[in-house]
């Protein structure tokens, strides 16, 4: 199987801005992909962080990053990205990309982390700091 393969993170102050990006093959990101975000900080669980089914369609997002962040999809279909702006030292994370083959109306957080299909990405650290 194709790898995803996560870059971009790294090192800002708060308020400062990044830009991550998933990369796979276009046939990943295009057979009923539903495709996530998703982050987990030392000592804590990892939660989803936003969601978009492939073609840019549905992006939803978690609360915590709602307005801040935005999940866009390259128009090859090879890359998503997850633009961060207005970082603060809680969005701390290592960031995965997750893909799984799912219906459009069930490509939400909660239902892409449960997939079993799901495929994940090695991470890309996030550093805020104040």
Known sequence: ?????????????????????????????????????????????REGVATIYTGGINPLYAESVKDRFAISQSSDKTTVYLQMNSLQPEDTATYYCAVASLSPWVCKLDSLRAASSARWGQGTVVTVSS
Not at 14 to 25: D, E, F, K, Q
């Open 1 to 45: 199987q194709v790898p995803l393969v996560e870059s971009g993170g790294g090192s800002v102050q708060v308020g400062g801005s990044l830009r991550l990006s998933c990369v796979a093959s276009a046939f990943t990101f295009t057979n009923n992909a539903c495709i996530g975000w998703f982050r987990q900080a030392p000592g804590k669980e």
